[in-house]
């Protein structure tokens, strides 16, 4: 580890931590949703407790020591779809200006939470970003892997012992959406653990407020990704091949440095969404078994189904926007600057726009309204793929194992923007010996 990234931690990470770490200890709840223990485990009952604050209040925000905060669902898509509110940078969350300037002082290597990566640059900036790499998310393109989704999903369903137990995390749902995201960026495949080893240390650095531990095991991580990347980009350069980041190698439109932030970006967003996806699913179905029975019944349902866990169970709970410029909003004067932390999970379960909302229901006829993939000009680029990653992963585990159950209590991943499991301990039952179509 450098030790200019411990300043860099000081800066972007310490201050906000510090903060946070107080305000838990004076009671408010916010803090605690960000950076509290309870929090991490099971966020919703947190979550409504800030709406019934809110609804106390003279607007529609939960104005916080920390930033300005919104549950409601058509607030929070409204402030993904304004031109007027940018994405979070080091000015969020009132980091002090020497700070700031020493944050800028020691950047990090090429990452998905510094720019040039799409996740932390606004148009014009961000549209020149996007465009190249879209091609490959088009509805055609995605449709394209449907057969490559089917072959590896069951592959790793073959390698799954009946009648045992597994991690399913690690031996299904990570394994799925890493070997499609890997060969779209011409990865072999004998470094897919590789990449499963860098993103679990470098996704904390998506959560505001990490220890130092945290923070260095991941920029470690991205280090030496940074270093595999630089290799793999010259030989892209040398024998391109049909993968999305050969496209982008021999277009030339962007520079290493670029293609190295878009391909951590491209790897994180492919990967964790997905993952957690799988994994949250899993542990709907298992907890609603009426609900499963259901879907065997009438197996049309199972895309709405996936959109539900989506909503039910975000597996991107936050995002958070900074305004760029002086806003008057629901009454309120938000100034040039000022962070508005927008709780996607909150606006998922938002009772004004869905019924019961704290109800799993493969058969809610709205639930694709939910917002956990934003909207606006960051909508998530991968969504149609994760979509079709986690409904034919999770239809097909459960049609080849019908008996899976948990073999004990599952283990959540201690963070605060993405919420899934880290481990999911089952048994896996009698495999069937016709697997249903999918």
């Known amino acids: 580890m450098k030790p200019r990234y411990w300043f860099r931690w000081l800066s972007v990470q310490g201050a906000p931590r510090l903060v946070l770490r107080m305000h838990v200890r004076r009671g408010d709840r916010f803090a605690e949703l960000m950076g509290g223990p309870d929090g991490f485990a099971d966020p919703y009952p947190l979550i409504e407790h800030l709406r019934e604050q809110v609804k106390r209040g003279p607007s529609r925000f939960l104005r916080t020591p920390i ?29 002090p200006k020497p700070l700031q300037k020493l944050a800028e002082r020691f950047p990090m290597p090429p990452s998905p939470v510094e720019p040039p990566s799409m996740l932390v640059i606004d148009p014009p900036e961000h549209t020149a970003m996007r465009r190249p790499v879209s091609s490959a998310f088009t509805p055609r393109a995605i449709g394209r892997l449907r057969d490559r989704i089917e072959t590896v999903t069951e592959e790793l369903l073959d390698a799954l012992p ?6 399913l995390i690690e031996s299904f749902a990570a394994q799925v959406p890493i070997a499609i995201i890997s060969e779209m960026l011409g990865f072999p495949e004998r470094d897919r653990n590789l990449f499963l080893e860098w993103g679990d240390k470098a996704t904390p650095l998506l959560d505001v407020g990490i220890s130092w531990s945290a923070f260095r095991s991941g920029v470690d991580a991205m280090d030496v990704m ?20 050969s496209s982008l190698v021999t277009a030339g439109e962007l520079d290493t440095f670029a293609l190295k ?43 709405n189904a996936i959109e539900e866990v989506l909503r039910v169970d975000a597996p991107v709970q936050t995002t958070a926007r900074t305004a760029l410029s002086d806003i008057e909003l629901e009454g309120l004067s938000i100034r040039e600057g000022s962070t508005i932390v927008l ?22 006829p709205n639930a ?31 049609d080849r194992f019908p008996d899976l159950t948990l073999d004990g209590p599952p283990q959540r991943r201690k963070l605060f923007t993405l919420h899934g499991y880290e481990r999911m301990p089952v048994r896996l039952g009698r495999r069937a010996t016709t697997p249903s179509a999918v």
């Open 261 to 303: 932030a878009t391909a951590s970006l491209l790897m994180g967003a492919g990967f964790e969404t997905t993952v957690n996806l799988i994994g949250n699913g899993v542990a709907q179905l298992v907890a609603h078994p009426e609900q499963l029975d259901r879907l065997r019944a009438e197996p049309e349902l199972w895309p």
């Open 368 to 398: 694709k309204e939910h917002l956990t993939f934003s909207s606006g000009v960051h909508a998530c680029l991968g969504a149609s793929l994760a979509r079709m990653e986690a409904t034919y992963a999770l239809q097909s585990l459960f």
């Open 67 to 95: 930033a300005l905060a919104a549950f409601d669902h058509d607030l929070c898509r409204a402030i993904l779809r304004d031109t007027r509110f940018g994405v979070r940078t080091t000015e969020s969350f009132n980091i």
């Open 226 to 245: 940074n270093g595999y990347l630089d290799e793999h980009i010259e030989r892209l350069r040398r024998e391109p091949g049909d993968d999305i980041l």
């Open 343 to 364: 709780s996607l999970a909150g606006a998922n379960r938002d009772p004004a726009v869905f019924t019961d909302p704290a109800t799993f229901d493969i058969a809610r």
């Open 162 to 167: 009946s009648g045992g137990s597994a991690d």
